[in-house]
């Protein structure tokens, strides 16, 4: 069964029929030798002309966002890394004097090497250590002194979901993927008030928690000197409101870069970055060929972000490649004979049958789905 969400950030279309699950849409497309459209708010962004950049600064326009954020929710909750992309939305938080109810640091706690001297992409939860933690206590001792500091662990959690057989089933239902999200540790993201009973209980107060998540820098391309950006599904897919149970509460999703009314916010940093280019006389098809490695982020990220009031303490490098169980994700399958590996490993293979071999990256060792990009808009020469 289709069951379609308008109001979900991103879906697929199939014929002129709206999906928000990727595997329901492939399963779609297959059945009629189709093809899949990854729209990402096509109707509004495409009453922009994306060659026309905003006369506000990025500074104001993040302000404008962060309080509109605040003026919509009751409870605002900003998931925090501790990386450039949320950096920033703290910053802006509290250079202009608006309130924050959270800070949530999360991760797989049970994976973190706590030496400093390791910054590979295996150890990128470190950061919640040596960079979130810290910079959230600072932040909250000099600016905002109600904020609430989480720190989670949710190892245990993900475990407990592929333990059951029956939920880890639910969580594999085509129509519950949203976006291809089948790695064990994304099952965190789609139900944060099972895990922290405190979310269910303000929600069933008839308040409205609003999940902010620091996504995604512009992703830019040049075309014959004309730079262009669209949009990837599978950088978008944690905002996704699909859940991986039958809880029935409302959750909120929050882009604070790419939402429904931010089109002035991307259009603005995609200037940024093209004026940037042109102004230093820079290659501009660097960004068709450049690897998305920590260098690239941190390249593009000087561009469009001002200058931290929070350093950056410590970063590790990024995963490349096309990887389902990503580096941090080693305590789920230190034991392949415990019944939450098997349950997962089962729903991957079921799936990996199911879905033709064209949507999938070759040569992973489990199914890995292609990214799709949304139309592209034009941020002209």
Same mark, same amino acid.
């Given at each position: 069964m289709?069951?379609?969400?308008s109001?979900?950030a991103g879906?697929?279309? =199939?014929?002129?029929?709206?999906?928000?699950? +990727?595997?329901? &849409?492939i399963l779609?497309?297959?059945?009629i030798?189709?093809?899949?459209?990854?729209?990402?708010?096509d109707?509004?962004?495409?009453k922009?002309?994306?060659a026309?950049?905003?006369a506000?600064?990025?500074e104001?326009?993040?302000? @404008?966002?962060?309080?509109?954020l @605040?003026?919509?929710?009751?409870?605002l909750v900003?998931?925090?890394?501790?990386?450039?992309?949320?950096?920033?939305?703290?910053? %802006?938080?509290i +250079?202009?004097?608006i309130?924050?109810d959270e800070?949530l640091?999360r991760?797989p706690?049970?994976s973190v090497d706590?030496?400093?001297?390791n910054t590979?992409?295996g *150890?990128?939860?470190?950061?919640?250590?040596?960079?979130?933690y810290?910079?959230?206590?600072?932040?909250?001792?000099t600016?905002?002194?109600n904020?609430k500091?989480r720190v989670?662990?949710?190892s245990?959690?993900?475990?407990?979901?592929?333990?059951?057989?029956?939920k880890?089933?639910n969580g594999?239902?085509p129509?519950?993927?949203?976006?291809g999200?089948?790695?064990? *540790?994304?099952?965190a993201g789609?139900?944060?008030d099972? #895990?922290i009973p405190?979310? $269910?209980?303000?929600?069933?107060?008839?308040?409205?928690?609003g999940?902010i998540?620091? %996504?995604e820098?512009?992703?830019?391309?040049?075309?014959h000197?004309?730079?262009?950006?669209h949009?990837l599904?599978?950088?978008?897919?944690h905002?996704?409101?699909?859940?991986a %149970?039958?809880i029935d509460?409302? =959750?909120?999703?929050e882009?604070?870069?790419? &939402?429904?009314? %931010?089109?002035?916010?991307?259009?603005k940093?995609?200037? $940024?970055?093209?004026?940037?280019?042109?102004?230093?006389?820079?290659?501009?098809? #660097?960004?068709?060929?450049?690897?998305?490695? @920590?260098?690239?982020?941190?390249?593009?990220?000087?561009?469009?972000?001002?200058?931290?009031?929070?350093p950056?303490?410590f970063t590790t490098?990024?995963v490349?490649?096309?990887?389902?169980?990503?580096?941090w994700?080693?305590?789920?399958?230190?034991?392949?004979?415990?019944?939450?590996?098997?349950?997962?490993?089962?729903?991957?293979?079921?799936l990996d049958?199911?879905?033709?071999?064209?949507y999938?990256?070759?040569?992973?060792?489990?199914?890995s789905?292609?990214?799709?990009?949304?139309?592209?808009?034009?941020?002209?020469?």
């Amino acid at each position: 069964m289709n069951n379609y969400d308008s109001s979900s950030a991103g879906h697929y279309v =199939v014929n002129n029929v709206g999906y928000n699950s +990727k595997i329901s &849409a492939i399963l779609a497309a297959e059945k009629i030798n189709g093809d899949i459209k990854f729209d990402f708010y096509d109707s509004i962004y495409s009453k922009f002309d994306w060659a026309a950049e905003p006369a506000e600064t990025l500074e104001q326009l993040y302000c @404008r966002r962060a309080l509109e954020l @605040r003026a919509e929710y009751d409870y605002l909750v900003l998931h925090f890394s501790g990386g450039s992309d949320s950096n920033n939305i703290l910053d %802006t938080f509290i +250079k202009n004097h608006i309130p924050l109810d959270e800070v949530l640091i999360r991760g797989p706690m049970a994976s973190v090497d706590t030496n400093d001297n390791n910054t590979t992409a295996g *150890n990128m939860y470190a950061e919640i250590l040596f960079n979130a933690y810290p910079i959230a206590n600072y932040v909250k001792n000099t600016y905002m002194p109600n904020l609430k500091i989480r720190v989670v662990d949710h190892s245990e959690y993900v475990i407990d979901i592929y333990s059951d057989t029956k939920k880890t089933e639910n969580g594999f239902n085509p129509d519950t993927i949203g976006m291809g999200a089948i790695g064990p *540790n994304l099952a965190a993201g789609r139900d944060y008030d099972k #895990w922290i009973p405190e979310y $269910a209980g303000i929600a069933e107060r008839g308040k409205r928690i609003g999940h902010i998540f620091g %996504t995604e820098k512009p992703n830019m391309f040049v075309d014959h000197g004309e730079f262009k950006l669209h949009f990837l599904d599978k950088a978008l897919q944690h905002i996704h409101t699909n859940r991986a %149970t039958d809880i029935d509460l409302p =959750v909120y999703k929050e882009s604070f870069y790419c &939402a429904a009314n %931010t089109a002035s916010v991307i259009i603005k940093q995609a200037h $940024a970055i093209k004026n940037y280019f042109k102004n230093n006389n820079l290659d501009s098809t #660097w960004l068709n060929t450049a690897i998305r490695n @920590r260098a690239y982020h941190d390249f593009i990220a000087k561009i469009i972000y001002p200058p931290r009031i929070c350093p950056l303490l410590f970063t590790t490098e990024k995963v490349m490649g096309n990887v389902v169980i990503m580096p941090w994700e080693r305590y789920f399958i230190e034991d392949v004979n415990a019944a939450h590996y098997i349950n997962w490993k089962n729903n991957i293979d079921q799936l990996d049958k199911i879905v033709p071999d064209k949507y999938k990256h070759p040569d992973t060792d489990f199914l890995s789905l292609q990214g799709i990009f949304s139309k592209s808009y034009s941020i002209g020469f």
